[in-house]
């Protein structure tokens, strides 16, 4: 994570829930490029004020697939390939 703020092991995805929808509909979300192993650190945020779902691709799910440590963004549990990363930003 030295040139960006996520894993080399994860990449930006369009996600849209409309189908056949332009790109000014769709959103980024951060998903695993590759298997990520459980507490591996998949991003970094730069600061606490910074730690919103409206910093980064992160998006906020009740059941999320990482925890929060300080700035950094931990999974879970180990993830497959294509699997949305995603935090409970209401607390945990």
Request: aromatic share 14%.
């Amino acid at each position: 994570m030295q040139t960006k703020w996520f894993s080399k092991k994860c990449f930006l995805k369009n996600y849209s829930n409309k189908p056949g929808e332009n790109d000014e509909g769709k959103e980024l979300y951060l998903t695993a490029l590759e298997t990520i192993e459980k507490n591996e650190r998949v991003a970094c945020f730069s600061s606490p004020e910074n730690i919103s779902p409206n910093f980064h691709y992160i998006r906020h799910n009740l059941n999320p697939t990482c925890y929060l440590v300080n700035n950094d963004v931990f999974a879970i549990d180990t993830f497959r390939p294509n699997t949305e990363l995603t935090l409970n930003f209401d607390g945990e």
